[in-house]
């Protein structure tokens, strides 16, 4: 679909390292573009769309006669058109409910993506995931997730959104389907563009209109241990900033708010400072903690592509291969063209802290939320909490082991019981990309500490602290050659003790390190292609994009830990 021609094999080929074939493709069918990585993954998960993974195939069958098979001739707007009023009207729809030449087809389908998972799972050197994505919507709003499962045992068929249209329901068919009927099957439920829900992934109010209850809370808490903060639909961090003056918010948002607004703008409403951005949706965990006794947003971060043609892990600024329009490119392979929006980004990575490169290893590490997300970079971050952290970890060559053995990583809690009448002091220790031969690392800028809570009058509060490296370094970079004009650090690392703790207040701490500018993707092609601003109207199409001024020409590259909580030991905690 969309002139993606790949499968699950392909895609793992190229995140270990091997060329791929990419659209558009000639009147022979032969692909006039490839990509390759320069540095191969250590794990990956192919999450196709649960809802259109027998569409494809009956449509390849000319036998195929079922009520909706005059849409296999018709475009792609159409049938995703088609696939959303069949949600929720009783018409006919390419594979709508009781097909069973379609049911047959996904079920052919999921087997080939669990066989493909298998044969490319190499315990210790590459690590397949066995997953789908659950599209539910919630009108026009966004409430997709990634489900991935801790190994091969899996359940018959993947739970859609036409099996169950609400998250509610997805964990309760997790639960009958997976957890309580298959031996060692597990699952963990991640959030996907939380920035283009409208609010609704993170709400203490379900799907139905109905007040979370402690049971539902747990559940969740359960099933969502992570949460994708990018990909190259934007960045769901934060928005503005709430209370505090945080200019890094503005870090590649999308103008729109939902999918539905992104191709018709009159429809739908501004993106909006709430709990579509992971910031907020984390003190909306604080607040339900108090009334509910369970947080079900503690969540954890994560980056992830989400790209549409197999080229998971294409992240890099410099050989930018589109990921949604790419589908979609025109012309010649050979034409030169911005392949994607411009609004649009390369997408993030997924880091995980594991003892061994497995799946178990692996998926204990999301469990425990030991996880970071970085924009594309391979930046180095370690994030420790503890009460009696020394001032000279940053000497010493035993900080990582320090770290675990006096406090918690990254994804842990402290103890309040701990304490001894001691503020929390974090361990915070970054390391700049290395970089390949084609594009060298950037050098970072500073390392920030977020701490985020919620008063006793409810009101989301936050801090931003620099922690180690200056704003003032003067780094920029020239925009004629993309060429960076001042350099910043190799390495940045600190303790940190925040100076306002409040022992009676649930708070939560997250570590954030930044590079110093650099261009980005658009600007890179733009830039190789002489591109001339100066009569818009006479540039080709796939070029316009470039005098797009409201994308910033430079981006600053970044990485983002998952948070540390503290929590009161009883029931003194302010309200």
Not at 104 to 116: M, P, R, T
Not at 139 to 156: E, K, Q, T
Not at 161 to 172: F, I, N
Not at 412 to 432: W, Y
């Amino acid at each position: 679909m969309g002139n993606t021609r790949l499968g699950p094999d392909e895609a793992y080929q190229f995140a270990r390292g091997h060329r791929i074939d990419l659209p558009p493709y000639d009147a022979l069918g032969e692909s006039l573009r490839s990509v390759q990585l320069q540095r191969p993954l250590d794990f990956l998960a192919v999450t196709d769309h649960a809802e259109a993974l027998d569409a494809v195939r009956v449509c390849e069958n000319p036998a195929y006669d079922g009520p909706g098979a005059w849409m296999c001739h018709s475009s792609p707007w159409t049938r995703m058109a088609m696939g959303l009023v069949g949600r929720y009207l009783p018409v006919d729809t390419l594979c709508g409910p009781g097909d069973v030449q379609c049911a047959l087809a996904g079920a052919e389908v999921w087997s080939d993506i669990v066989l493909s998972a298998q044969q490319h799972n190499a315990p210790c050197d590459f690590s397949t995931f066995i997953g789908y994505e659950w599209s539910g919507l919630d009108g026009g709003a966004n409430l997709h997730r990634n489900v991935i499962f801790r190994n091969s045992a899996v359940p018959a068929a993947p739970v859609s959104a036409r099996d169950a249209r609400t998250p509610e329901a997805l964990w309760a068919a997790l639960d009958e389907h997976c957890r309580d009927s298959i031996d060692g099957c597990e699952a963990v439920t991640i959030p996907h563009n939380a920035n283009l829900s409208q609010g609704r992934m993170f709400s203490p109010m379900t799907t139905a209109g109905v007040r979370m209850t402690p049971a539902l809370a747990a559940q969740r808490a359960r099933y969502e241990r992570l949460a994708e903060l990018i990909q190259h639909k934007g960045d769901s961090e934060c928005y503005g900033g709430v209370g505090a003056e945080d200019e890094l918010c503005g870090f590649e948002k999308l103008p729109y708010s939902s999918f539905v607004q992104k191709y018709l703008p009159f429809l739908g409403e501004a993106p909006a400072d709430d709990s579509r951005y992971l910031r907020e949706a984390l003190r909306e965990g604080l607040r339900l903690q108090r009334e509910l006794g369970e947080n079900p947003f503690a969540i954890g971060f994560i980056g992830g592509t989400d790209s549409h043609v197999a080229a998971g892990g294409a992240v890099a600024e410099d050989n930018h291969p589109g990921h949604h329009g790419a589908q979609h490119i025109s012309g010649t392979g050979a034409a030169a063209q911005l392949p994607d929006r411009v609004e649009q980004n390369p997408g993030g990575l997924a880091v995980l802290y594991a003892e061994e490169n497995s799946r178990d290893a692996l998926y204990r590490a999301m469990q425990r939320r030991e996880a970071y997300a970085t924009s594309g970079p391979r930046i180095q971050l370690r994030f420790f909490g503890g009460w009696n952290y020394e001032d000279d970890l940053c000497e010493r060559v035993d900080l990582v082991a320090q770290g675990y053995a006096n406090g918690v990583p990254m994804g842990g809690e402290l103890r309040a019981a701990d304490r001894n009448g001691r503020a929390p002091a974090f361990l915070l220790a970054a390391m700049a990309d290395t970089g390949t031969a084609s594009l060298p690392g950037g050098a970072l800028q500073r390392l920030q500490v977020i701490k985020a809570w919620v008063d006793a009058e409810g009101e989301s509060r936050e801090e931003i602290h620099d922690v180690a490296g200056s704003v003032e370094s003067g780094a920029q970079v020239d925009l004629k050659s993309c060429q960076p004009l001042a350099r910043g650090y190799r390495k940045l690392c600190t303790v940190w003790r925040d100076p306002e703790f409040s022992p009676a207040t649930s708070a939560l701490y997250y570590a954030r390190v930044v590079e110093t500018p650099s261009c980005r993707w658009h600007r890179r092609i733009c830039v190789a292609n002489a591109v001339n601003c100066d009569d818009v109207e006479a540039l080709p199409d796939g070029f316009k994009g470039c005098c797009d001024e409201s994308v910033p020409d430079t981006v600053q590259e970044r990485a983002w830990s998952s948070p540390i909580w503290y929590r009161p030991a009883s029931s003194e905690e302010t309200r």
